[in-house]
Every structure is written in C-alpha cells, then in structure tokens.
C-alpha cells in the first residue's frame, strides 16, 4: 500500500508561481508517479510524470515550458514547480502513482492518489 499526501495548493494571480509537494510513503515499490489536474465540470487531466527510476518526465502540451515535475528520492518526494500560471490552470491537482508499466496519461492506470490540493490562479 502507498499514501501520497499533496501540499502546496493556494490562491495566487496570473503570472504568479507556485510549487506542490507530493510525499509518498508505503512498502509497494513505485514505478511511475504524476501530476494530475480536475476543474469543475471537467474530465481529470494528465500534466506531468516521472520514472521513479531514471530521469524521464512527460508533459501535457498545456504546461510544457511552464511547469517542471521533479523529485527527491531521499524523501520520496515529488514536487511540481509551476511558473507563469494562468486562470485556466485553475484545478484540483492530484498525485498519482504507478505501481508497474512505463508511463501512461491515463489516470485508471494509477493504482494510488491522493486527496488533491487546490489551486486557484485570478486574472
């Protein structure tokens, strides 16, 4: 089993930064792990994954060149640095893990989420 416990949410305006935390902990070893993303109405969203073990990442095309996914093994702690947001970035965003397989958009091949942290982007 894997908790994964997000952080970092918040209210900031257009053009502003923010940085979420995701620190997972359990005894399944991990594979994959992602930032997801939920507004209102909406259908979750892939925006960025890693490769628990290599330096892969991945982006949705709507953040590439804004956002950076990275981690610290040390403390099984993935971060998400977001820069330049914008309203539509506006979202519950959630933490996800993979236990096997290579990376994937797809949130039903997540076998572990978190409980998600608000982020709220003014214009």
């Known amino acids: 089993q894997v908790q994964l416990v997000e952080s970092g949410g918040g209210l900031v305006q257009a053009g502003g930064s923010l940085r979420l935390s995701c620190a997972a902990s359990g005894r399944t070893r991990i594979y994959t792990m992602a930032w997801f993303r939920q507004a209102p109405g909406k259908e979750r969203e892939f925006v960025a994954g890693s490769m628990w073990l290599d330096t892969t990442t991945y982006y949705a095309d709507s953040v590439k060149g804004r956002f950076t996914i990275s981690r610290d093994n040390a403390v099984n702690t993935l971060y998400l640095q977001m820069t330049t947001l914008e309203p539509d970035d506006s979202a519950v965003y959630y933490c996800?893990?993979?236990?096997?397989?290579?990376?994937?958009?797809?949130?039903?091949?997540?076998?572990?989420w978190g409980q998600g942290t608000q982020v709220t982007v003014s214009s």
């Open positions: 996800a893990a993979r236990k096997l397989g290579s990376m994937s958009p797809l949130n039903s091949n997540y076998d572990y």
